[in-house]
């Protein structure tokens, strides 16, 4: 999915069979996803698409000054599925 804060970054919609890699974008604080071999360009997935992962899936709490704070969790899974909430709250 991208956001707002995806704005000065440049992005194209997933295509089935991309094979993607989590980075962190220049000029952004936001992480995401981009295709191997196109570091620069965010992949946006779409509410409802399902992603696979070689490795079990793992994320980070923390953010911004806090990131000290960051834990690495794990959740058992290796499929993330992709949902949009409170579309009505930009």
């Known amino acids: 999915m991208c956001d707002y804060s995806l704005h000065h ?3 194209r919609p997933a295509k089935v069979g991309d094979k993607l890699v989590t980075t962190q974008f220049n000029h952004s604080i936001t992480r995401g996803f981009a295709a ?3 570091p620069n360009v965010a992949v946006c997935l779409l509410p409802g698409t399902e992603v696979a992962f070689e490795k079990e899936i793992e994320f ?3 953010f911004g000054l806090f990131s000290s704070w960051t834990r690495q969790k794990r959740i058992g899974d290796k499929v993330a599925r ?3 909430l409170n579309a009505d709250k930009p």
């Open 82 to 84: 992709f949902r949009q």
């Open 60 to 62: 980070e709490r923390g």
């Open 36 to 38: 191997v071999g196109e």
């Open 9 to 11: 970054v440049a992005s």
